[in-house]
C-alpha cells in the first residue's frame, strides 16, 4: 500500500484518555482532549462544555489587570507556627514545600492595579496553596487591601477559591473570619463597591465570612460554593442531596450570587459593573 493511501489512525477513546500530561489535558468534564497551548489561550476554559479549569492567581491577575499594572501588597509576609503543629509532618515543613511548589508565600495575594484604566484594589486567593486555607497572613493580606481600599477610595475585588480555615493555626486561624469582616465593614463605610468572585471551590470559612459580603457576588460556572461540603451535609441530615446542589447555578436561583459569568468575558462585565457603581 502506498503511503498516500494508508488510513490516518485515530486513536481510540481509551488510547486518547492515556495520552500523557504535558502537551495534552483531558478535560475533566466533557472528556474531550485538549491541547494544553489552546486551552491556556482560551483562559482554562474547555471550549467544547466551557467547563473551568482551576487557574492560579497569577493567571487570575493577568486576566483582570491591564498588562503590567500590578503593584503587589506585602509579598513577603509570612506564616509563623504559633501553635507549634504536628501531624504527621510539621506545619513548618507544609509550609516551606509549598512555598517552593508555588512560588508565593501564602495562599492569597493582593494589590493595585487598573482594570481597563480603573484603579482597582484586588485579592486573589490560590488553591494551589495549601488548598487556599486561610491562616493569619490571608486574613492580614485581606484586612491591608482593605484598608488601603479605603485610604485610596478605591473599589476592591476579590477572587475567592479556598477551602476553609487553616487547621494547623487552630483559633489563630478562625479568628481572621471576623477581623477580615471587621475590616470590610469598616472599608464599607466609603459606599464603595466590595466585589467577591467565587471560583471553584469556595467554601468552609471562606464563605461564612469574606466570600459572602460582596456588595455584589459573582460565580464561575460550576463553582462549587457552601459552608459544609455536599458529603457532609448528605451524611448528616441523612437524606440524597437535589442534583447540581451547592453549584453556582443552583445558587443563583435560590438568590445566594447576583450572576455568573464565563471566564473570558469577566474583565469586561466586572468594569461594566464598576461603572454602573462608581461613574
Ligand atoms: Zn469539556
Known sequence: MAWFQKAKKSLSPKE???????????CENCGEIIFRRELQKNHSVCQKC??????????????????????EFNADLKSVDPLKFKDTKRYTERIQKAVKATGINDAIRTGVGLM???????????????????GSVVGEKI???AKRAKEGEYPFILVCASGG??????????????????????YSEKNLPFITLLTHPTTGG??????????????EPGALIGFAGPR???????????????????????????????RSKMKETLSKVLSNLCD
Open 16 to 26: 486518547r484518555s492515556q495520552v500523557p500530561d504535558g502537551l495534552w489535558i483531558k
Open 50 to 71: 466551557r467547563f473551568h479549569f482551576r487557574i492560579g492567581s497569577r493567571e487570575y491577575i493577568e486576566l483582570l489587570i491591564d498588562e503590567g499594572s500590578f503593584r
Open 116 to 134: 481597563n484604566g480603573r484603579k482597582i484594589i484586588l485579592g486573589v486567593m490560590d488553591f494551589a496553596f495549601f488548598g487556599g486555607s486561610v
Open 143 to 145: 484586612t491591608q487591601a
Open 165 to 186: 480555615m487553616r487547621m494547623q493555626e487552630g483559633m489563630f486561624s478562625l479568628m481572621q473570619m471576623a477581623k477580615t469582616s471587621c475590616a470590610l465593614a469598616d
Open 206 to 219: 471562606t464563605t461564612a465570612s469574606f466570600a459572602m459580603l460582596g456588595d455584589i457576588i459573582v460565580a
Open 232 to 262: 457532609v451535609i448528605k451524611q448528616t441530615i441523612g437524606q440524597d442531596l437535589p442534583p447540581g446542589f451547592q453549584r453556582a447555578e443552583f445558587l443563583l436561583q435560590r438568590g445566594f450570587i447576583d450572576f455568573i459569568e464565563d
